[in-house]
Structures are given as C-alpha cells and as structure tokens.
C-alpha cells in the first residue's frame, strides 16, 4: 500500500469503521471490505458504466431528485457520462466508487477534480448516493467520512459539495461532519459540475442548491474562490 492507502486506513478506522482486507498501491485501485454498523460491505473503484446504472435502479424518485450527477431514467446520456467517469477515475482525475452488499450495488460516491486546480486552489467537489432500501444503515455517514478523508490526505485545500433546499437530513449530515453553509448555488444538473461554464450551460436543468465545503487550509482564499464561483453559477438562472 501507498502512504496516503495507509493514512486513509488508519483515518477510517478512527471512525469506528471496519477496514480489511485492502487491497492497491493508490486511490484508483482501493478496495476494502467496510464493515459499517455490523455489516460487511465491499468497496470498489467504478469499472463498468452498467453497475452504477443498475445502482440507479435502486433510487426512488425523490433520491434520484435529491441525487441527479447523472441523467438515471436516461441511459443514452448516462452511459457515456459514466465512461467519462470512468476514464477520470483510471487517470486520476476523479476518484468513483461503488458499495456493494454481496453483489448488489448499494452506494455510489465520487470526488470530482482531483486534479483540478483554480485560482491556485484544490478543491474538488464530493457527490454521493445511497439506494432507498439501504438508507439509515450509515453508509451515507461512511461515504462522507472517507471521500472527506481522502481529499485531506490529498492536500486539498477544501472540499465543496451541494445540496437541495428540501434535504435538510443530508444537510445536518454534512454539518455534523464539519461542513460549513456557505450560501446557496445553481446548479447544472445530470452533468459533472467541474466542467467550463460554458459546457454547464448547455445542461437541460439547473436548480437553486445548498452551497457547503469542509475548510482543510487557505480559508480566506477558499472563501474568496467559492463567493466567486456563487456568483457566476448564479448567473446561469
């Protein structure tokens, strides 16, 4: 294992989750079992589009609402979405995994912009999903705790994620975590938010959204980096 693997572990485990055994030398190939509340998961590095379309399959209607990276009841357009994804994640652009119980896919989590820099800054964005029927086992809580922990071990500056204004138990979840409300933004949806304005402006639905990051280092320059980016996001309304 790698030194951040070994890091990441231990930091995992700090959170009173389970960890063994892991597997890869990095962040583009970590697999684990978790073992979260009593039961056993496994964690693995997106490989193929298809699970986390058949992971889609398991959101209500609300969470597909709630959690719209990706266009679910559209598979022509998530499709080659999630093998951009893919590509991002064997590049080391972004990092994407899914949580499997046995072999059904149960929770999808990524860090988009790994390796993106603006204003000097590192800040890649979280996302992460839950299906219906695995919602309140904690795993939302052990998405958050580890995609947090790797952007820290990372050297990231911070991480930003957002969420709807109707979502407030996602929203307590994140500030119970060290999240701070920063304001709120509009959104793209059904599109990876760390492209180019101009490719966000092309998505088919936008929404006004909680705007919320964990604060590692550089806080004035966060702040002034993520007020800037409120403001041109929220010319796209």
């Given amino acids: 294992m790698s030194n951040k693997v070994e890091q990441l572990v231990e930091r995992i485990s700090s959170h009173s989750y389970g960890c063994s055994p892991v597997s890869g030398n990095g962040f583009r190939d970590l697999e684990f079992v978790a073992s979260i509340r009593g039961?056993?998961?496994?964690?693995?590095p997106i490989r193929q589009a298809r699970d986390v379309i058949i992971f889609g399959g398991g959101l209500s209607e609300w969470s597909k609402d709630m959690?719209?990276?990706?266009?679910?009841d559209d598979?022509?357009?998530?499709?080659?979405?999630?093998?951009?994804?893919?590509?991002?994640?064997?590049?080391g652009r972004d990092i994407a995994y899914l949580l499997f119980e046995e072999d059904s896919p149960v929770g999808f989590f990524f860090?988009?912009?790994?390796?993106?820099?603006?204003?000097?800054?590192?800040?890649?964005?979280?996302g992460e999903g839950i299906?219906?029927?695995?919602?309140?086992?904690?795993?939302?809580?052990?998405?958050?705790?580890?995609?947090?922990?790797?952007?820290?071990?990372?050297?990231?500056?911070?991480?930003?994620?957002?969420?709807?204004?109707?979502?407030?138990?996602?929203?307590?979840?994140?500030?119970?975590?060290?999240?701070?409300?920063?304001?709120?933004?509009?959104?793209p949806l059904e599109i990876d938010q760390t492209k180019p304005l101009e490719e966000l402006k092309k998505a088919r639905k936008f929404r006004e959204e909680y705007h919320m990051a964990r604060i590692f280092k550089n806080r004035k320059n966060v702040l002034d980096y993520l007020t800037k980016k409120r403001e041109r996001q929220n010319q796209l309304k």
């Fill in 111 to 126: 860090l988009w912009g790994m390796t993106r820099k603006d204003s000097g800054l590192y800040v890649p964005e979280l």
């Fill in 131 to 187: 299906v219906d029927s695995h919602q309140g086992r904690g795993l939302g809580g052990f998405a958050l705790d580890m995609l947090t922990e790797i952007a820290d071990v990372s050297e990231a500056d911070a991480v930003e994620l957002t969420t709807d204004l109707r979502n407030e138990v996602a929203k307590k979840l994140y500030e119970s975590r060290g999240y701070e409300l920063l304001g709120t933004i509009v959104n």
């Fill in 67 to 72: 959690f719209c990276p990706y266009a679910w």
């Fill in 39 to 44: 039961r056993d998961y496994n964690l693995k």
């Fill in 75 to 91: 598979v022509t357009k998530a499709e080659p979405a999630l093998r951009e994804l893919i590509q991002n994640h064997m590049n």
